[in-house]
Structure formats: C-alpha cells, structure tokens
C-alpha cells in the first residue's frame, strides 16, 4: 500500500452524553479527532502507511492525542511536540429537527502556534504517494497557512498527489479571508473535494441548485465542476451531495469530474445518524484509497460514499471500517443483518 501524508490539527472532543444539551450536561465524553487526523485513520484501516503531520505539547493530553492516533496504526514520526495547548472541541449532538452545534476552543493552539522549524517537509514527502489537507488548516492561523504552503510546495517537488477537501469554516475565518488564501494554494491541488458551499466561500463558485431545499440535482454541480476545473487544473473535482432532512435523517451521494466524464454514485439513505462529525473526512479517506487503488473514477468514488455512508453509524470523529466492511456496502449489501 502507499505512503500517505495528512497534515493539520487534531483536537480534544468533548461531547455531550446521550444527545444532552450543554446546559444538562454534568459530564463530557472525551474522543480526539480533527479533519485530517480522521482521514489519516480511514487510510490506515485501509491498510496504507498513513502518517500524519501536526504538533501537540509534551504534557499527558498531547500524548493521549498521538495515542489515539497511534492505536488505529497512524504513523506519527511526523508529530513535532512543544507548545501549550491541544485545541479542544465541545460537541452537542442534536436529533430529529434540532441540529448538532459546535463550540471551538482552540486558538493558540500548538500547531497555530508551530513554525517551519519544526518540519522538514522535504523528508516528510520522500517516498510518498499522496498529500491531503483541508481548509481547515490554514483557517487556524497565518502561521498555519504558511506551513500549508510549504507542505504542498514540498509535495510537488517529490511529485506527489495533493488533495484539498475545502472544508470552510466560518467560525475561523471570513470567506474574503478564505479566498485570498485558499486561491493561491490551488494551484498545488490535483483532486479537489468540496461541496457547493465549499466551493462558493472558498474559491467563489456557486452551483445552479436550491440545495438548502434538498435540491441536489446534479446537473447543477457540471456547470461548476467544469469551470473549477478549467480554472485550476484540478485532475479531479468532487462534492458530496447531501440532503438533510433531519438532524438525523439525510440523503447521501456524491459526484465526480476527472475532466472528461461526470459520474453520479448511488444514493444512502441515513435513517438514523448515530454521529455525522466526521462524515466528509471520512468520504476523503475514502475516495483517496479509491482512487489509489480502484481502476476507475466511478469504482472510487462508490467506495468512498459507502465509506462515509457506514461513519454516520459510528460514535467520534474516526471512520473505523475495514476494507472489506466498505466493499460488502458499495456490492449492495445494507441490511444490516449480524454476520455470524
């Protein structure tokens, strides 16, 4: 399997039990996770060497990061420690018609803190098949993005594939903001993931679809594709399409561009969400794995919809499915029924 590279920021979650508001809670589950570590995860279930990049302080909640990195068999050679803090994340997980809220904690953290002292990024790149990161990364901190830009400099010099999962958040940073730094870096970028929103707040696209409405038609997403496309050389565009009914109910599917030919997957229904924190990073993990392995687009991208179609099942931020779990889903096997 491939050396894969992953790079950004991995938190401390702390989320309310049993779909308690914030309010009631008198306690908090704790999980680790953050967008990059998560797909870091998937690929090394998926059996690729999986090595992610970051920095965490020396103390005990550092090293319990890196453990629960550690203990789904991520590879964390990379990991600088210092600094002060490990970001921390609260969750409220909501249900039917009330939505999840997050609340961030996380400023100063140590990797929104790390300099490029703390990297060689050329050692980090050597022998490696794949690059991923998200907009969430330079989101963090000016020196975040500095590091993002050396990361992806460093991987085009080694020749290695990049992947950007666009990832806006506006509680880090404003989509002005957003576009004058995520614009530049696009040029790095081989296969670009994001859905329409994404797409809009980052690098100013918009698709002709109502999909606040659940509208997902993809003939609106061609047009957009196509442009992006052409804009910035991507080898590959992709959004997930999803349809929120509820808290926890949605629609689910997604839909790729290699340039030449667009190919829609097939549609899940997710009825019930267990836990949908996770669910585009881990929809990256597996449409990298896909396109590392699978002979065609369409074949990657069916893999990586049943990937995230089965995390929406899963409690935390990690997607912990086998190979062969994922595979049983995308063949048409969902029922459901104890293997025995």
Request: aromatic share 10%; glycine share 10%.
């Amino acid at each position: 399997m491939a050396k894969v590279v992953t790079m950004g920021e991995i938190m401390l979650r702390l989320s309310s039990p049993a779909n308690s508001r914030f309010v009631q809670s008198q306690s908090f589950d704790v999980v680790y996770g953050g967008g990059e570590a998560n797909v870091a995860v998937s690929l090394a279930n998926y059996g690729h060497d999986a090595y992610f990049v970051s920095k965490l302080p020396k103390h005990e909640i550092g090293q319990s990061a890196v453990n629960a990195l550690t203990r789904y068999g991520v590879k964390s050679d990379y990991i600088a420690r210092g600094g002060n803090r490990v970001g921390i994340y609260y969750l409220e997980t909501g249900a039917s018609m009330r939505p999840s809220k997050v609340i961030y904690d996380r400023a100063d953290s140590a990797i929104a803190c790390a300099d490029p002292s703390d990297f060689d990024f050329d050692k980090i790149m050597e022998g490696a098949s794949w690059f991923h990161w998200s907009g969430i990364t330079p989101a963090i901190s000016d020196k975040a993005a500095e590091l993002t830009k050396l990361a992806c400099e460093a991987a085009k010099r080694h020749g290695v594939t990049v992947s950007v999962d666009l990832n806006f958040r506006k509680k880090l940073w404003t989509k002005e903001k957003a576009q004058s730094i995520m614009k530049p870096l696009m040029k790095y970028v081989d296969v670009c993931i994001g859905n329409e929103e994404d797409a809009e707040l980052c690098l100013g696209f918009k698709p002709d679809a109502d999909v606040e409405g659940g509208e997902t038609n993809a003939e609106g997403y061609k047009g957009i594709f196509t442009q992006m496309a052409k804009e910035f050389d991507f080898k590959y565009v992709i959004s997930t399409l999803r349809e929120s009914f509820s808290a926890t109910h949605n629609g689910w599917k997604a839909m790729i561009y290699n340039g030449k030919e667009f190919y829609e997957s097939k549609r899940y229904d997710i009825n019930p969400i267990i836990d949908r924190v996770g669910g585009g990073d881990s929809f990256s993990g597996g449409i990298i794995h896909g396109l590392l392995t699978k002979p065609t687009q369409g074949e990657a991208l069916e893999f990586a919809v049943a990937a995230s179609a089965l995390k929406h099942t899963i409690p935390g931020d990690f997607n912990l499915v086998s190979v062969e779990e994922v595979e049983a889903l995308a063949g048409g096997n969902a029922n459901g029924r104890v293997q025995r």
